[in-house]
């Protein structure tokens, strides 16, 4: 199993670009997540979904848009790229509820 | 907001040594997990403890928690200078019932 995968690796923007940071998993899992992290911040919520067709708000959800098709994949789009975006995202997966949470290995983003 | 507060921020120790950190919450939860995060890295589940737990061993990890307190810690035996990372406490449940709250971590060094 690949587990959770991200791409791309890197990425450099420029202010009101667009983008979309994938995210697949391999290992069945109903519960998709992602996160972003900055410096002395931990991880944040941004969104996360339930199963194919469901998804819901984060901490800090402005900005980006999810789907999920897919019990596989979990796209996180970036609509109009501002500085304040620049960060390392992550993507996780877990099976059922409040268990282990499977991460990706991360996208590291600048926006200029 | 931040659910879980990890103390202290940093910690340095030698190779050999045991390093402890601590956790704290504010509101109910149904379990707390610790996860590592080497330099660069994903993070990676250590050990996930319930909340009718008060004790969990896994190899040289030791997890204790106390909810009337509502604080853990994590308590790492003979250190080693691979156990150099960041650790992040989280738990379960203050957004959505699949999502965890992390905190802000705790960045071990351990010299040889």
């Known amino acids: 199993n690949a587990g959770v995968t991200q791409t791309p690796k890197f990425q450099v923007l420029k202010t009101g670009q667009s983008m979309t940071l994938q995210c697949a998993q391999d290992m069945n899992h109903e519960y998709m997540s992602w996160y972003r992290q900055d410096p002395g911040m931990g991880l944040r919520l941004i969104h996360y979904?339930?199963?194919?067709?469901?998804?819901d708000q984060g901490e800090v959800p402005n900005g980006y848009n999810v789907s999920r098709s897919t019990t596989e994949d979990f796209p996180l789009r970036l609509l109009s790229a501002a500085p304040s975006q620049t960060s390392v995202y992550f993507c996780a997966s877990s099976l059922s509820p409040g268990v282990t949470q499977y991460f990706g290995p991360g996208t590291r983003l600048l926006v200029l | 907001s931040q659910q879980g507060e990890e103390d202290p921020q940093a910690l340095s120790i030698q190779e050999g040594e045991n390093a402890t950190m601590n956790c704290s919450y504010k509101t109910s939860i149904n379990n707390l997990q610790w996860y590592r995060q080497n330099s660069g890295r994903g993070l990676v589940h250590l050990i996930l403890?319930?909340?009718?737990?008060r004790e969990k061993h896994s190899g040289r990890l030791r997890v204790t928690l106390d909810t009337s307190k509502k604080s853990s810690s994590l308590l790492i035996t003979a250190s080693r200078a691979a156990d150099t990372a960041s650790y992040f406490c989280?738990?379960?449940?203050?957004?959505?019932?699949?999502?965890?709250?992390f905190g802000k971590g705790t960045m071990l060094l351990v010299s040889p």
């Open positions: 403890i319930r909340s009718n737990e």
């Open positions: 979904s339930v199963g194919a067709g469901i998804t």
């Open positions: 989280a738990t379960d449940g203050i957004i959505g019932y699949s999502t965890l709250t």
